[in-house]
């Protein structure tokens, strides 16, 4: 069972930045495709960013020019940079990874973003 690792989220203050980091240990993250979704209270959950294996990224257009999502080569680790922080950006942010028809979620975390 592949279990992905979020970690870096928190409180921060609108116009700050965070940076969420997901490891993805025991899968070949070269050939997934691997991404975010983020989803506030009471919301539907939606896609933030993603990446395939060529390196393409596709980025929601909320979040366009704040927000870049890459892949570190060799460590299993994509990585998710997000700048100029708004309050509606506050949600639960999980990672996933999907090859063909099986997909990995993580468990989720917590971005706050509030004065």
């Known amino acids: 069972q592949v279990q992905l690792e979020e970690s870096g989220g928190g409180l921060v203050q609108p116009g700050g930045s965070l940076r969420l980091h997901c490891r993805a240990p025991?899968?070949?993250?070269?050939?997934?495709?691997m991404g975010w979704y983020r989803q506030a209270p009471g919301k539907q959950r939606e896609m933030v960013a993603v990446?395939?294996?060529?390196?393409?990224?596709n980025i929601v257009d909320s979040v366009k020019g704040r927000f870049t999502i890459s892949k570190e080569r060799g460590e299993n680790v994509v990585t998710l940079q997000m700048n100029s922080l708004k309050p509606e950006d506050t949600g639960v942010y999980f990672c996933?990874?999907?090859?063909?028809?099986?997909?990995?979620w993580g468990q989720g975390t917590q971005v706050t973003v509030s004065s």
């Open positions: 996933y990874a999907s090859y063909y028809t099986v997909t990995y």
């Open positions: 025991g899968i070949r993250t070269s050939i997934y495709t």
């Open positions: 990446i395939n294996n060529s390196g393409d990224t």
